[in-house]
């Protein structure tokens, strides 16, 4: 038991200086005012939160888009991650550790250059207006930077990978004896999939879609670099209010409403899984 409690203690002073710390310092700052020069005032208010929800602004335009254009980030990258893990599942398995090997292959360059390569593709020059006008599906290069869909192609591309690879263990786990014994009693396999396999797949997919929700709606060099700074977002407007407003307090703020956010999501999750529990035990059982 002592043995147990010292190898855990760098991981919890670790833990608890590098994030619980800050993330409580930036709570209590959320709710300190900022004076004229931006230097943080030691007087409790709410004037921050206040500002923030009765601000069309930050509530539309910010807070409702991040959460909007996560969703639907989110949405395409289940589609597509799963799509990919049930293809990769189903592989032979020397074709299935090379299928893993490209899935991770973009997790292992730097994000920024990542999306830097995105903005070469999407450019007005590049790949992808070149193949558009190429065919004559558009007279003219299309704009496919510095707008949403240029964020949500960015963001899609950041999160597969980890919907893949959520969704992918599950899928191994799930026996194909399975679906092979509901073929057999007449059932088509595009049917055997729907009743079988993508009921007992579900809490893969809902770990893939709150990973992937968590890393969109916190996504901070995406909208930079693809959005040009016409697509506002939670994370960059904290960042700008700190260092070019200098109010830290309001930044803090910013801060502490998308981790509401974010812990709002982990909380419909837990419930999600709870009761995605029970139509898959009942597949289980039968």
Same mark, same amino acid.
């Given at each position: 038991?002592?043995t ?8 919890v002073? +670790? ?6 710390? /800050?993330? #409580?310092?930036?709570? #209590?700052? =959320?709710?300190? =005012?900022?004076?004229? *020069? ?6 409790? *208010?709410?004037?921050? $939160? ?5 601000? =069309? $602004? $930050? ?6 888009? *991040?959460?909007?254009l996560?969703?639907?980030a989110?949405?395409?990258?289940? !589609? ?19 299928? #893993?090997?490209?899935?991770? %292959? ?24 070149? +193949?558009?006008?190429?065919?004559? +599906?558009?007279?003219?290069? &299309?704009?496919?930077? $510095? ?7 960015g963001?899609?591309q ?6 893949? @690879? =959520? ?10 004896? %399975?679906e092979?014994?509901?073929?057999? !009693?007449?059932? *088509? ?13 579900? /809490?893969?997919? &809902? ?13 901070f060099?995406?909208? +930079? ?6 697509v506002?977002f @939670? ?9 070019v ?11 502490? #409403? %998308? ?6 999501m ?11 529990g029970?139509?898959?035990?009942? !597949?289980?059982?039968a």
């Amino acid at each position: 038991m002592k043995t147990s409690a010292v190898l855990v203690l760098p991981a919890v002073v +670790i833990l608890g200086a590098f994030f619980v710390v /800050p993330l #409580i310092w930036v709570v #209590i700052l =959320s709710f300190l =005012s900022s004076g004229p *020069t931006g230097e943080v005032q030691q007087t409790f *208010t709410l004037g921050n $939160y206040a500002r923030f929800l009765t601000d =069309s $602004y $930050y509530v539309n335009d910010l807070l409702l888009r *991040t959460i909007r254009l996560a969703a639907i980030a989110t949405l395409f990258s289940v !589609v597509i991650g799963y799509l990919g893990a049930f293809v990769i599942a189903r592989a032979a398995p020397t074709t299935q550790t090379w299928l #893993i090997l490209l899935v991770m %292959l973009p997790l292992w360059v730097n994000l920024v250059v990542r999306t830097l390569s995105l903005m070469v593709v999407l450019g007005r020059n590049g790949l992808v207006n070149q +193949i558009l006008v190429g065919l004559g +599906i558009s007279a003219r290069p &299309l704009p496919l930077l $510095y707008n949403e869909t240029a964020v949500l192609i960015g963001m899609v591309q950041v999160a597969v990978p980890f919907v893949v @690879m =959520s969704v992918f263990g599950v899928l191994q786990a799930i026996p194909r004896q %399975l679906e092979q014994a509901a073929m057999t !009693v007449g059932a *088509t396999p595009l049917s055997a999939f729907r009743r079988v396999t993508l009921p007992l797949s579900v /809490p893969g997919i &809902l770990a893939g879609s709150v990973l992937a929700f968590g890393i969109n709606v916190e996504s901070f060099v995406v909208p +930079i670099l693809l959005g040009g700074g016409r697509v506002r977002f @939670m994370s960059v407007a904290a960042y700008e209010t700190a260092t070019v407003s200098n109010n830290l307090p309001f930044a803090a703020t910013i801060g502490v #409403i %998308l981790l509401i956010v974010t812990m709002v999501m982990l909380g419909v999750y837990q419930w999600a899984v709870r009761s995605a529990g029970r139509p898959v035990a009942a !597949v289980q059982a039968a």
